[in-house]
């Protein structure tokens, strides 16, 4: 048992983290997702450090990872029986084989009353009908038309309010020499998150989906084909080019920021990368001309008109079967991690998404032009599902890469349709 | 007659234009690209963007500066030299050592050929086939993302091509040598210490390149066996890879990668080339 | 000292010299393959550590995915390309060099050998942003194209995707191939070159009677090499497409890292693993069988 008596030792390690404190101390062991090179890293850091002041009778041990590499060394201390007391996880399947394990708390129990003060939407229950996580935000929106007005207000354009208004702008736009709609489709889960799922939702709706995922209701139904004739059409009429099939993830933004491109289709994450103040790409002036909105109604639709693809944000959970000291104390964290002065910081260091704790007063919050429609944005968009957080693995793969070979033109909507049905049938 | 001459001639000259364009393009193949990323590194980010092939007006040293912070780059070098240096220790020390008991300590009972050939079997082995149980099996007793246990497979993947070369080489060693140290009064250990390991220097040489090259520039096994111990490609990868926005500092980080390398085969130039091939060249 | 301590005290060197390694061998390498084995036939749950027996599911599962095929297609061009490609390319180099046909040939055979000594991953990266956007071969051809739209189509067709990717693997390794190969050349003791030249011999005739015969060793340890080499790759292609677009440049090596360490279904990534063990191991013996057959006759 380490006693550092009366020091607040504050050791920044290379990416390990260690928060410790006076005598007595409830060690807690929290893994961390967290891109440490991201805009915006320094303020999750001073959210833990303000913690760690508040609460010297608990003392944190955190790990940061991103990406790939928190996930694996998730599975591997799961599998070691090792898991951490306090770790990030996610609403849905990305993280569902350990959250169905009954490795990870119910935190409806401890959050009790607290429920009125957070976004219904956000506590939710998730998988299992348990409530896993406590998430950060009041959601994640994976699909956004990202508008350059000021490229369309150029070419004497207006905004296009149904889908078939937006394809007859495709000539105009190709002729002045940009592309229409620009997406960094070359991870094959893009346009699967960010472009399908929203699609999907209007043209064959959640209700449908569901009934997909257990059975009662085929991939070869009409609305699910519908979509994918879709995605098909903006390939071949050139409202998406052929070349995005190619372009990186870190590619898109630069692309868009260079107004190249008069709409962009990405996740709601990547507003930040534009509005960031140290290193975003947009200047306050470049993104006043921004909209923030989704892709435009379809003649016939049946899902909410105006309708975006979203789900609950990733918070943090915690381990099952802790002691009730080092219960008490995790919740202290995880309840922390979201709510009134964690969420505070968050908004006034740039991370400007809505936060799930209700109530903040955000007068006094700067916000950027971009970050500010972003506020804007959610209510008035209606939430679907997102694909991969309800298909299995091996349907989500057909998906991600069929889509692909829609876009370049070597597959039928039709094929792939049944191909897909195939692949969630062989797991269902 | 002189036809026929100049006919030979122009074939000749005709021969060695193909040889000069071949030799050529694959001369430019090498240093075009990193040329590009050497000079690329030192543009400010609208440069970049904006004029992909020239050389940078305002040349800055920002990109360099923020990448080796943002990406930790400096750690994971340190890293990166942790794991080659230990891991190429172990390869030859016990390989030597191996080698030296397979080629030069007859014993009555007659396993070296079975333990040879199980040693040489693993030159058959694709890492991808040891990959999952090896990932598991160091997760479940700790060793994942640890020096340890990444040291310890490198030093498993070098073994059965350093035992093989070892052991072909000792065995050219003549028997005289070590029994008249015998007679003098010396013990294995000093045989090995004082006679085997000097006259060996050639393949310790040699075995030094094969293992650094290896381990330095290793990612499959750092990538998934280790998660906050990263080596150097990998912490590069997840800097520079699919994510990454940026591109000024991207550069700024592959350069960062592919210069030690660089600088390692400009000045061992002839060892490095002789190392990588000794295996394939027996006639 | 008497004979059977000082075979004891052999017998106990012997042992605590190779005991070390040979430990480490089987831990490392030796359990996994048969652990690999046996994790392929079974449905295994790495959070309650039990694995089911399943006999040969995950082997059904996967000849009967286009996927598999898809890579195992792309495998199988990697290997003809390391052993129709970068072996002949790179005999034709060390030739030349042999011959002194070109000058400047320390700085021609370092460029070409360069590659193969640079991290492949890192390698990757660095094409994979010349081929970006902002890319200088994008530029290029922009400019020469005068477009500034230009992009290669041959990337994203489902038909050429491979032909980058085996053009960058030609790049990368045929170094090796060459310096093997003019090693082997220099071997060739220069007197009997000399000598088929005084007795008038043309340069095809020294070429086939005399270099070529003295190679054939080399080569099947070199088409073994480059089998093998070929079934292990994965940093590059990781790096360069990460098996897209959609699967076209896949190979099995991505499609086993994919479901073992995407959707962490080590089961089936294993009996994907166990796949490419059992190619590498049929190939390298059809190559045995081969030169046996070519050589065979001439011996008898």
Redesign the interface.
């Known amino acids: 048992m380490f006693r550092k008596t009366g020091v607040l030792l504050c050791v920044l390690a290379?990416?390990?983290v260690v928060f410790a404190s006076c005598a007595g101390a409830v060690t807690i062991k929290w893994l961390h997702y967290f891109d440490?090179?991201a805009p915006g890293a320094e303020v999750d850091l001073d959210i833990i450090q303000t913690f760690a002041q508040l609460n010297p009778d608990i003392k944190l041990e955190v790990?940061t990872?991103?990406?790939?590499?928190?996930h694996?060394?998730l599975?591997?201390?799961?599998?070691?029986g090792?898991l951490p007391d306090v770790m990030i996880l996610w609403p849905a399947e990305r993280t569902g084989?350990?959250t169905r394990?009954g490795?990870i708390a119910d935190l409806y129990p401890f959050l009790g009353d607290d429920i009125d003060n957070y976004v219904p939407a956000a506590v939710a229950p998730q998988l299992l009908g348990r409530l896993h996580e406590l998430p950060m935000f009041s959601g994640t929106a994976s699909h956004m038309l990202y508008v350059n007005t000021g490229l369309l207000d150029g070419l004497g354009l207006a905004m296009p309010q149904t889908y078939n208004e937006l394809k007859a702008m495709v000539p105009a736009i190709r002729g002045a020499?940009l592309e229409a709609i620009a997406i960094p489709a070359?991870?094959?889960w893009v346009m699967q998150s960010c472009l399908l799922s929203a699609i999907v939702g209007r043209t064959a709706g959640d209700e449908w989906l569901m009934k997909a995922v257990k059975g009662e209701a085929s991939f070869t139904d009409e609305g699910f084909v519908w979509a994918l004739r879709i995605v098909e059409e903006m390939y071949a009429t050139g409202l998406i080019?052929?070349?995005n099939?190619?372009?990186?993830?870190?590619?898109g933004?630069?692309?868009f920021a260079?107004d190249k491109a008069v709409f962009y289709i990405d996740g709601d994450w990547r507003v930040s990368?534009f509005s960031a103040v140290a290193?975003g790409?947009m200047t306050p002036e470049e993104q006043e001309k921004i909209t923030l909105t989704v892709l435009p109604d379809f003649a016939g639709q049946v899902g909410p008109s105006g309708s975006t693809s979203f789900v609950a944000s990733t918070g943090l959970g915690m381990k099952a079967g802790l002691s009730q000291e080092k219960a008490e104390a995790a919740w202290k964290l995880v309840s922390f991690y979201v709510g009134p002065i964690a969420s505070k910081k968050r908004l006034l260091g740039g991370s400007l998404k809505p936060p799930s704790w209700t109530n903040l007063d955000i007068s006094d919050v700067e916000m950027g032009p971009m970050d500010r429609k972003l506020f804007d944005f959610y209510p008035l968009h209606p939430p679907t599902l997102i694909l991969d957080a309800v298909i299995p693995?091996d349907g989500v793969?057909r998906i991600n890469?069929?889509l692909?070979?829609l876009a370049?033109g070597?597959i039928t909507p039709e094929e792939l349709a049944a191909?897909i049905e195939a692949a969630v049938a062989?797991v269902r | 007659m002189s036809d026929l001459l100049l006919s030979e001639e122009r074939k000749n000259v005709l021969f060695k234009i193909v040889a000069y364009t071949v030799f050529i393009s694959f001369a430019i193949l090498t240093i075009f690209p990193l040329v590009w990323l050497f000079y690329s590194s030192f543009k400010p980010k609208l440069e970049i963007l904006r004029h992909g092939l020239a050389l940078p007006k305002n040349p800055t040293l920002q990109n360099y500066v923020r990448a080796w912070e943002l990406g930790h780059l400096g750690e994971y070098a340190i890293n990166s030299l942790i794991y080659t240096f230990f891991s190429t220790g172990g390869v030859i020390i016990l390989s030597m050592m191996t080698s030296f008991a397979f080629a030069k300590l007859k014993i009555k009972y007659k396993i070296t050929p079975i333990l040879y050939n199980l040693f040489l079997g693993g030159l058959l082995i694709t890492l991808h086939a040891i990959l999952i149980p090896l990932f598991l099996f160091e997760t479940r007793i700790g060793l994942q993302d640890t020096y340890l246990g990444l040291i310890l497979p490198y030093i498993a993947i070098g073994l059965p091509f350093a035992i093989y070369l070892g052991t072909e080489f000792i065995k050219g060693i003549p028997d005289a040598i070590i029994d008249s140290a015998k007679i003098d009064g010396a013990s294995y250990l000093q045989v090995f210490l004082k006679i085997i390991l000097p006259i060996s220097k050639p393949i310790i040489v040699t075995l030094t390149i094969l293992s650094v090259l290896g381990a330095w520039n290793e990612f499959l096994l750092a990538f998934i066996l280790t998660s906050l111990k990263r080596s150097l490609p990998v912490g590069i990868y997840m800097f520079s890879g699919p994510l990454a926005i940026e591109y000024g500092l991207q550069f700024a980080a592959l350069v960062i990668g592919l210069a030690p390398v660089l600088l390692f085969y400009a000045l061992f130039n002839k060892q490095i080339t002789r190392g990588l091939t000794v295996g394939a060249i027996k006639g | 000292m008497n004979f059977r301590s000082e075979e004891s005290k052999k017998v106990i060197t012997y042992l605590l010299f190779v005991a070390p390694a040979l430990v480490i061998y089987l831990v490392i390498i030796g359990y996994p393959i048969i652990r690999s084995l046996h994790l392929s036939l079974t449905d295994y749950n790495v959070y309650t550590n039990e694995a089911v027996w399943t006999g040969f599911k995950w082997y059904t599962k996967m000849f009967s995915q286009s996927e598999f095929w898809m890579a195992l297609k792309n495998t199988m061009i990697v290997v003809v390309v390391s052993v129709f490609g970068q072996i002949p390319i790179g005999f034709v180099l060390a030739y030349i060099l042999y011959r002194k046909l070109v000058r400047f040939r320390g700085f021609f055979q370092g460029m070409v050998f360069l590659p193969i000594t640079l991290s492949m991953v890192i390698v990757g990266i660095l094409w994979l942003k010349m081929f970006s956007s902002v890319g200088a071969i994008t530029n290029l051809l922009r400019l020469i194209y005068n477009d500034p739209e230009y992009t290669i189509g041959m990337l994203s067709s489902k038909t050429w995707a491979m032909v980058p990717v085996a053009f960058a693997l030609l790049w990368i390794y045929t170094g090796f191939y060459m310096v093997v190969f003019l090693a082997n050349l220099q071997r060739i003791n220069p007197s009997i070159v000399e000598a088929a030249m005084i007795d008038g011999a043309s340069e095809a005739h020294i070429f086939l009677k005399v270099i070529i015969p003295s190679l054939s060793g080399v080569v099947v340890i070199l088409t073994i090499f480059a089998i093998a080499g070929s079934l292990k790759g994965f940093d590059l292609i990781f790096a360069l497409t990460g098996g897209g677009p959609s699967n076209y440049t896949e190979v099995l090596t991505l499609y086993m890292y994919r479901y073992a360490f995407t959707y962490f279904n080590y089961s089936f990534g294993s009996a994907i693993s166990m796949v490419i063990v059992i190619m590498s191991i049929i190939l390298i013996i059809l190559v045995r069988v081969i030169q046996r057959r070519l050589t065979g006759p001439k011996e008898v």
């Open positions: 290379f990416s390990l440490i090179t790990e990872l991103y990406d790939d590499a928190y694996q060394k599975a591997a201390l799961a599998a070691a090792q084989k350990i394990s490795l020499g070359k991870p094959t080019l052929e070349s099939v190619l372009l990186g993830y870190g590619d933004p630069n692309v260079e990368a290193d790409l693995a793969q890469t069929g692909q070979e370049l070597d191909e062989s």
